[in-house]
């Protein structure tokens, strides 16, 4: 079995299940220090259930497309390339919005939490439902991103689903190693690292997006090629030309290509427009992300005489 497809969402799992992991562990932590430790169930249930609300999400969303193209079958080389577009794009927004709100939110992730914490405490009757909300939807916002990442790969390949476990597996390793066994892990290279990597796999989202979009732009003209023909070319409709064609060098289906794929967006036929949008993402995206990892510097007030 290749295993390959499980990378991305092995990694994309891993990162969202230690943010999480943070919030709970913090959490856990200021309620101990504050000797409110019968409290600690409300966390319980607020991880409960915002796994449980993840997997509603997930599970509703596949049925209602099955449900759409079971309904309309003969529409079906439409419906699928254009709900592959849709959750991609849903899925590059979702996650380059935290990569970037995580990165700035990180100074003050603890400092926020320990303050929410605190003033829930203040309001015995209120506290466990703050405190179960607080960690409900904290589970929730990164399980539905996961959720959304995973369910673009698991159309790719089954077996991304598997690099989802293992991600859960990990994350839940280093919660534990934090904040039960006192391990002493860098997280500001950890989520560094994580997020590199998060950053290329989000642009390999970018370039299948467009060719799922100009997928389903074939479709479209193959239905009314006379009146409805979308396409600039036999090959492409929105993409423009073909910039190169790798596939018998090193085919993306194939280690290493498949790899690289999965990991850096590679693909061994790209066009002109999957190219830009890559590039344009990386501008844009790619520079906000690295310039957020250096905390803006304070100029010195000049005194008046």
């Not at 092995?10 to 969202?16: C, D, S």
């Not at 430790?37 to 993840?54: D, E, F, P």
């Not at 995206?285 to 007030?301: D, H, M, N, V, W």
């Amino acid at each position: 079995m290749d295993f390959a497809p499980a990378l991305p969402t092995f990694f994309v799992t891993l990162r969202e299940g230690v943010e999480a992991a943070l919030v709970v562990g913090i959490v856990l932590a200021c309620l101990g220090k504050a000797q409110q430790t019968q409290l600690n169930r409300w966390v319980y249930l607020g991880v409960l259930a915002g796994l449980l609300g993840s997997v509603f999400t997930g599970v509703i969303i596949f049925n209602s497309v099955a449900q759409v193209e079971q309904s309309l079958p003969t529409l079906e080389p439409i419906i699928e390339p254009f709900f592959d577009s849709l959750f991609c794009a849903i899925a590059i927004i979702m996650l380059s919005w935290m990569l970037l709100w995580m990165t700035r939110q990180a100074r003050s992730l603890k400092s926020d939490i320990e303050g929410s914490i605190s003033a829930a405490l203040v309001e015995d009757e209120a506290a466990g439902l703050t405190i179960f909300s607080l960690v409900c939807i904290a589970v929730l916002r990164e399980g539905i991103e996961t959720v959304l990442f995973i369910f673009t790969s698991v159309q790719q390949s089954g077996t991304a689903a598997l690099g989802a476990v293992g991600g859960l597996f990990g994350a839940t390793l280093i919660g534990l190693a934090l904040f039960r066994w006192g391990i002493r892990i860098n997280l500001r290279v950890f989520f560094q690292v994580m997020g590199v990597l998060l950053l290329l796999i989000i642009g390999g989202l970018v370039v299948s997006f467009f060719r799922n979009l100009d997928a389903a732009f074939l479709a479209i003209s193959s239905f009314d090629p006379v009146n409805a023909d979308l396409c600039i070319s036999k090959e492409s409709c929105i993409l423009g030309p073909l910039l190169w064609d790798a596939h018998n060098v090193l085919p993306d289906r194939q280690f290493p290509g498949i790899l690289l794929k999965t990991l850096l967006g590679y693909r061994d036929r790209l066009f002109a427009g999957q190219a830009l949008a890559y590039l344009a993402f990386m501008i844009a995206i790619g520079g906000t992300y690295f310039r957020s990892l250096t905390p803006p510097t304070q100029q010195p007030q000049k005194s008046s005489l």
